[in-house]
């Protein structure tokens, strides 16, 4: 596992620190979990953009639409 230093202020350490006491066993642990929660949000967002950007079908189609129209000011 590769090591990486990281510079930030006492505020933002006392914080991590305390996180530590509460529900995490180091620092680098609660770091990891942050990074994995930022993973997780980039990979949800990606998965949001490739289902926007694929082209409508199925029984929805009429639903979805209306609803289009409706977000883009265009009342039907």
Same mark, same amino acid.
């Given at each position: 596992? +590769? ?10 350490? $006392? ?6 006491? /509460?529900? !995490?066993?180091?620092?680098?642990? !609660? ?5 994995? &929660?930022?993973? $997780?949000?980039? /990979?949800?967002? +990606? =998965?949001?953009? /490739? ?13 979805? $639409?209306?609803?289009? &129209? =409706?977000?883009?000011? $265009? +009342?039907?």
């Amino acid at each position: 596992m +590769a090591t990486m230093n990281i510079s930030m202020p006492d505020t933002m350490r $006392d914080f991590v620190e305390s996180q530590v006491g /509460e529900r !995490y066993t180091s620092s680098s642990e !609660y770091i990891r979990e942050l990074i994995r &929660h930022e993973q $997780d949000i980039a /990979e949800l967002r +990606a =998965k949001i953009m /490739e289902g926007g950007n694929s082209p409508v079908v199925g029984p929805m189609d009429e639903v979805i $639409d209306r609803l289009m &129209h =409706k977000l883009s000011g $265009d +009342a039907r």
